[in-house]
């Protein structure tokens, strides 16, 4: 079954600490994107890319950090200069430029403690 | 700059009635339109998508969803609500490539029996 997978689902992190959220797609899409979404504020972009060791910053991408070494892979990175982490997280993946369907993942929601 | 307002945040409806959700969008040209919904602690899932031709999109689930120009607006309806139907609705604008699209706040439907 083709589809975005995101490990884990859950993830608690202490102050100070950097952790890495996983995105592996098997779609074979170019394009792959890192959302935040908070109670009442809808998604907001993080980082974007649109091609194998490219990325692009979205409109918060301040604290956090994303690779792109392989087409099913794009890692997320929350530093500890991300001083609001605590969020649910979303990753998605498209074809492309086109304006089609975008595919996301269950989520991870991360916690600090 | 593009926007998406999704007016009402929560929704309460009986089985059986039929639902409308509203969004009213800003964009300076013919916009990309999309409406996904979102299971508690799940992705996202797309319902339908407006690109152009026919103004009335049906979609997945029963759900269909009218472009007005003259209102800016995109409202989804369902004739029959069901109990499943239980979720968060988004409302999304843009251009090409999801990195241009922008999403609404969501609004939350409740299905009463």
């Known amino acids: 079954d083709g589809g975005i997978t995101q490990s884990p689902k859950y993830l608690f992190r202490k102050e100070g600490q950097n952790v890495t959220l996983s995105c592996e797609q098997n779609l074979n899409h170019d394009a792959m994107y890192w959302y935040r979404q908070d109670p009442g504020q809808g998604l907001r972009l993080i980082y974007y890319s649109q091609i194998v060791n490219d990325f692009q910053k979205g409109d918060i991408a301040e604290g956090y950090s994303v690779s792109r070494e392989k087409k099913e892979s794009f890692p997320l990175t929350v530093t500890s200069a991300q001083k609001n982490p605590t969020a649910f997280y979303l990753c998605?993946?498209?074809?492309?430029?086109?304006?089609?369907?975008?595919?996301f993942g269950q989520g991870t929601r991360l916690t600090v403690v | 700059a593009q926007s998406v307002t999704q007016p009402d945040i929560h929704i309460t409806v009986s089985e059986g009635a039929s639902l409308e959700l509203r969004c009213n969008y800003s964009?300076?040209?013919?916009?990309?339109l999309f409406w996904y919904v979102q299971s508690p602690g799940q992705g996202l899932q797309l319902l339908l998508k407006y690109f152009s031709g026919d103004t009335l999109v049906q979609g997945i689930k029963g759900f269909e969803a009218e472009f007005k120009r003259s209102q800016s607006s995109f409202n989804l309806r369902k004739p029959s609500v069901h109990w499943s139907d239980a979720a968060e609705y988004f409302c999304a604008v843009g251009g090409r490539g999801y990195q241009k699209v922008t999403f609404g706040t969501g609004t939350k439907l409740q299905v009463i029996p």
């Open positions: 998605a993946s498209s074809r492309g430029d086109l304006p089609t369907e975008a595919f």
């Open positions: 964009y300076g040209a013919t916009p990309y």
